[in-house]
């Protein structure tokens, strides 16, 4: 569990952060200036500092050079009620990992500490895996032997040379946005890279989501929104889902690629843009071509680079290796320790057709290690196969799902702590510890 530390002189936003971040699970810490906030900071060694710009003892930015000075590896969140880039720019260049404008947007609090916390995860396993197989497991390792995977690779290392626009196409849960982000981490690992699923924001805020909006561009522009565009510097812009952008967004979306530049809404200076983009898609745009849904013209400007990515049930020779490797990963984040699948097993693992693809097979998975108590993979078929596709399942994370397996327990064994830990194939203070991190009540007896 990673721990936040929250510096803002505003109680209510202090106390609205404390709610949302122990919700998501975090410890969370908070001070209400420099001086009570640098106490914690040193005392407590957090992961993730949010800290206010402006503070009644000092200004946050003195803060951060400070910390950074003294080698702190937290990663730190600026927050600015200010609307000047230049106390962004400098906040970055004194190595804060992002700043978000206040009013405070949640979700895109959460995007960004999302963001953080894959980064500290991803260091921490490098860290634990040095002397392991540090080489053979990297976070976003794309794990694989088929001819389609090692053409996958080779396409990926073509399209880190340059800035080409690449389209990727492939069914749900096939890996596209894995391949983009491996795209990014490829060609400009130093730069942002800023995802924005198209179907997942309602077309009239796509716009000001995408291209930022003025103070005053529309009713409820409070203030300037810096958009994605313009947030992906020289990176990488990642538009997931570009099958479903409106024909109206799909014309502006051109005309930023045709001209290297946009105005955010309501605005008159002229933006450049120097990202790279990448679109991905599980519709067939040339059908849509057809139907006029999609613009050819902008189909051609995206698709510079294009890479396939096949269902899992036409590579079924990467399961064992995906298995493998996933089995890994789960393990790494449930603290298990499950290594053998029994061949009757992985022979089921192998005939299943898995319309939900490699995030199916990771969902089966980390179902199959909760529920195992030994070292082996136990699978209960074919029950766990029907349930597990994407559209009958929640997005949940290993942690969720594994406080609610340990609570079914509990209540299964009647609260009783030893029949738990057996079933759970934990020891008791393993158990203990972890209903004291999800904050587990023992049922009643
Ligand atoms: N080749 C691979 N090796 C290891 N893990 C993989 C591979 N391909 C996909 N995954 C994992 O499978 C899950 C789904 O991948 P991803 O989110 O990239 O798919 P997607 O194509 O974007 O899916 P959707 O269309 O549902 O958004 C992720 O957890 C990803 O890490
Ligand atoms: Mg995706």
């Not at 060609?187 to 198209?198: G, R």
């Not at 996933?326 to 499950?338: F, Q």
Request: aromatic share 4%; with cysteine.
């Amino acid at each position: 569990m990673e721990t936040i530390l929250v510096i803002d002189d505003d109680d209510a936003i202090r106390r609205t952060l404390e709610l949302h971040l122990k919700d998501e699970g975090f410890e969370v810490l908070s001070g209400a200036d420099i001086a009570s906030g640098r106490e914690l900071w040193l005392a407590r060694s957090p992961d993730v500092v949010i800290l206010d710009l402006k503070l009644p003892d000092g200004d946050g930015i003195s803060l951060l050079e400070e910390q950074m000075q003294a080698a702190s590896d937290a990663i730190v969140i600026m927050v600015t009620g200010y609307q000047d880039m230049e106390y962004a720019i400098r906040a970055m260049k004194s190595g804060a990992f992002n700043y978000i404008h206040k009013p405070l947007n949640i979700d895109e609090l959460d995007v960004v500490i999302n963001k953080a916390v894959s980064q500290i995860r991803a260091g921490k396993q490098a860290k634990t895996l040095q002397d392991d197989d540090a080489s053979e497991f990297k976070s976003d390792r794309i794990a694989g032997q088929s001819q389609a995977v090692l053409e996958i690779h080779k396409q990926i290392g073509l399209a880190s040379k340059s800035k080409i626009s690449v389209l990727i196409v492939g069914d749900s849960g096939t890996g596209k946005e894995l391949v983009a982000r491996a795209i990014h981490h490829n060609s400009t690992p130093e730069q942002p890279f800023m995802a924005v699923n198209c179907s997942a924001i309602v077309p009239t805020l796509m716009e000001s989501e995408l291209w930022g909006h003025e103070r005053g561009a529309f009713t409820g522009a409070h203030q300037r929104k810096i958009g994605r565009m313009e947030l992906a510097a020289s990176g990488t812009l990642f538009l997931d889902e570009i099958g479903d952008m409106s024909l109206e967004l799909q014309a502006k979306l051109l005309r930023v690629l045709q001209e290297k530049s946009f105005e955010r809404v309501g605005g008159a200076a002229s933006i450049p843009f120097n990202a790279r983009v990448i679109t991905a898609t599980h519709r067939n745009l040339e059908d849509m071509i057809k139907e006029k849904t999609f613009r050819e013209d902008l189909y051609f400007r995206l698709k510079v680079a294009v890479i396939s990515l096949p269902p899992l049930r036409e590579r079924r020779e990467d399961i064992p290796v995906l298995v493998a490797h996933l089995l890994k990963k789960i393990n790494r984040e449930l603290h298990r320790n499950i290594e053998r699948v029994p061949d009757a097993v992985m022979k089921r693992l192998l005939q299943y057709d898995w319309p939900g693809n490699i995030r199916e097979l990771e969902n089966v998975l980390i179902q199959a290690v909760v529920r195992s108590s030994t070292d082996t993979l136990s699978l209960d078929f074919p029950g766990e196969m029907t349930m597990t596709t994407r559209e009958k399942r929640e997005m949940k994370s290993l942690a969720a799902m594994e406080k609610e397996h340990i609570e079914w327990v509990l209540i299964e064994v009647g609260g009783n702590l030893g029949k738990a830990c057996e079933a759970l194939g934990i020891t008791r203070p393993t158990l203990r510890k972890k209903m004291e991190d999800y904050d587990i009540k023992p049922p009643p007896r």
